[in-house]
């Protein structure tokens, strides 16, 4: 009897040993499930980061908040600082179209396609030939 008693505290003491092992192991997996993932698209060489533009709006009596980032892609080096330089004129031609973007609440696809359009063409008639692209990076809303 002795001897079985002897056995079942061996059996424990080794079970007692090893259970912070695999408590480790549950850790490390919980760990590496928590972790954010983040996919970014890949922007041009030549941008330049504007935003992000925050609209508030009432959208049937309820308060409605829009953000929008936009990254402007200019024809070389040169064509980046100097839209960087007119970084105002630039927020002055950006910001009336991110408020037309969010004017009916949350923006569709097609909205925000028609968006960039307009903020190239708008961005092209003031800086002729300077602007090859206009990337929308985040909208939120």
Do not use: C, H
Request: hydrophobic share 40%; no cysteine; proline share 5%.
């Amino acid at each position: 009897m002795i001897r079985g008693l002897a056995a079942a505290l061996a059996a424990l003491l080794v079970l007692s040993q090893a259970m912070p092992v695999g408590a480790e192991e549950t850790k490390k997996k919980r760990k590496d499930l928590s972790t954010e993932q983040t996919y970014e698209r890949k922007l041009p060489e030549n941008w330049a980061p504007f935003g992000p533009y925050t609209i508030r709006n009432f959208r049937e009596g309820q308060l409605f908040e829009g953000r929008v980032t936009v990254a402007v892609e200019a024809k070389d080096t040169s064509a980046r600082q100097m839209l960087w330089a007119n970084k105002q004129l630039v927020n002055g031609i950006l910001f009336p179209l991110a408020v037309r973007l969010f004017e009916e609440g949350r923006p569709t696809p097609s909205r925000v396609e028609s968006f960039k359009k307009q903020a190239e063409a708008a961005l092209d008639a003031r800086f002729k030939g300077q602007i090859k692209g206009v990337y929308v990076k985040d909208v939120m809303g």
